[in-house]
């Protein structure tokens, strides 16, 4: 027996104590990153698969980064009482409205390339993917607004693998269900006056501005058509004299069709040619010399010049019939609210109220009427079984109760027990979260 010092022993105790909790705080890191990348609260199930709220939340941040350019203020902190919670009610329909659109979607996808055997994604399509995380994340300001938004790469990594997965699907379909000529042909037939293009007019104006049409004004007008007589250069000289914002491209109007223009300016366009100036045009406006550019006469596209269009648009409505299809074959289980009419999380206000039991606002003069009684569970401060915060509304998503009212009996909001248990190491089983 080899003798050791009390002191000894101590110290020896209070590193392997410091090594321990040093790999409690390791592990509890990598589980909150976990939990914030793509856990959260389970707000539907594709197949046994969550869509937890984390990852909806992050996409849903990201499409809002691509869609403006930044991030909107957090306007809604100042909101209060019935605009608060009016607020509240729009986030909650939007995000239900992209779980529906975008990550139910991507799992039915997944699921079908996995029965397939098909390899999702595959060598060109992860270097797609990869491309759209790059181009994003190489900018050092947009990477750190976006971070500081909550938005991570396995955020904008699961957006770009369903959009590449829907346009992959459509090449499947476009594949097994070619367009023939006979359906091209009929949809030609049909949407015949979708392939017209209008006609319309080109010209260029000098305007001398004068409502009141003042004969001081009109001698200024004659000055410059006398100019143009003598082979004055008409863009010059409107960018001279001219007195709108025309001025600055020497008075080009650009395209424009009929019933675009007041009536006495749109008679003397149609009796001009190309080339041709006229002489002084009065409107409500002042006075005006117009330059004919160009007359396009309306036209109908042949069927040989909108085939592919057409194509694409069987093909596609053929990829949504399928997509569909496989949607209703799969077991999908939405927690929280649900809009009777649908049997899905409302995505519209009216389905919101639909789903608590509530009457739709009505119609009247001055739009929709939110004066409506709410029921016993309603107070000042919003619903009182919605459990969210009214300082911080995006509380509501990432908690324990954080989806609407998730007091659900099919197994709870986390998958500790999911079949298979495909969940075991907190990846597999649900969307988003490696």
């Given at each position: 027996m080899v003798y050791m010092s009390k002191a000894k022993r101590k110290r020896i105790m209070r590193q392997r104590l410091l090594g321990l909790a040093i790999a409690v705080a390791a592990l509890v890191g990598i589980l909150l990153l976990i939990w914030q990348i793509g856990l959260g609260a389970a707000m539907a199930k594709v197949d046994g698969v969550s869509v937890r709220s984390g990852m909806v939340k992050g996409v849903e941040s990201y499409l809002e980064y691509i869609q403006m350019g930044s991030f909107s203020s957090d306007w809604q902190a100042d909101l209060e009482g019935e605009d608060k919670i009016q607020a509240l009610e729009s986030a909650i329909v939007q995000r239900n409205s992209l779980v529906q659109s975008v990550f139910i979607p991507a799992e039915v996808l997944k699921k079908h390339f996995k029965a397939e055997d098909r390899a999702f994604p595959d060598e060109d399509e992860e270097g797609l993917v990869q491309y759209y995380i790059d181009s994003i994340f190489s900018d050092p300001d947009a990477a750190a607004e976006l971070r500081a938004h909550g938005v991570k790469k396995a955020h904008v990594r699961y957006y770009y693998e369903y959009s590449v997965a829907m346009s992959a699907f459509q090449d499947e379909i476009a594949e097994k269900f070619p367009v023939t000529d006979e359906e091209a042909q009929e949809y030609y037939d049909e949407h015949q006056s979708e392939y017209i293009t209008p006609f319309s007019m080109q010209a260029s104006h000098i305007l001398i501005q004068d409502p009141e049409h003042t004969a001081e004004k009109r001698a200024e007008i004659e000055a410059i058509l006398e100019k143009l007589d003598e082979g004055g250069d008409f863009a010059e000289l409107a960018m001279e004299y001219s007195e709108d914002g025309s001025a600055e491209s020497g008075g080009d109007l650009g395209s424009f069709g009929l019933g675009a223009m007041v009536a006495p300016f749109e008679e003397a366009c149609l009796a001009l040619e190309p080339g041709e100036i006229s002489g002084i045009v009065e409107?409500?406006?002042?006075?005006?010399?117009?330059?004919?550019?160009?007359?396009?006469?309306?036209?109908?596209?042949?069927?040989?010049?909108?085939?592919?269009?057409?194509?694409?648009?069987?093909?596609?409505?053929?990829?949504?019939?399928?997509?569909?299809?496989?949607?209703?074959?799969?077991?999908?289980?939405?927690?929280?609210?649900?809009?009777?009419?649908?049997?899905?999380?409302?995505?519209?206000?009216?389905?919101?109220?639909?789903?608590?039991?509530?009457?739709?606002?009505?119609?009247?003069?001055?739009?929709?009427?939110?004066?409506?009684?709410?029921?016993?569970?309603?107070?000042?401060?919003?619903?009182?079984?919605w459990d969210w915060d009214e300082e911080d509304y995006d509380d509501w998503d990432d908690g324990e109760d954080a989806y609407l009212d998730l007091d659900d009996e099919e197994g709870g909001i986390y998958d500790d027990e999911d079949a298979d248990g495909e969940e075991e190491d907190g990846t597999e089983g649900t969307a988003g979260g490696n």
């Open positions: 409107t409500e406006f002042g006075f005006h010399i117009i330059k004919m550019v160009e007359k396009t006469e309306e036209s109908l596209s042949t069927l040989e010049d909108v085939r592919d269009s057409i194509d694409y648009y069987i093909s596609y409505e053929r990829t949504t019939d399928e997509l569909d299809a496989l949607t209703e074959a799969a077991n999908i289980v939405y927690y929280g609210l649900i809009a009777p009419s649908t049997g899905k999380p409302p995505t519209s206000l009216a389905e919101l109220d639909e789903a608590r039991g509530l009457e739709t606002p009505e119609e009247d003069d001055e739009g929709l009427d939110y004066d409506i009684d709410y029921g016993d569970d309603w107070d000042e401060e919003g619903y009182d079984d």
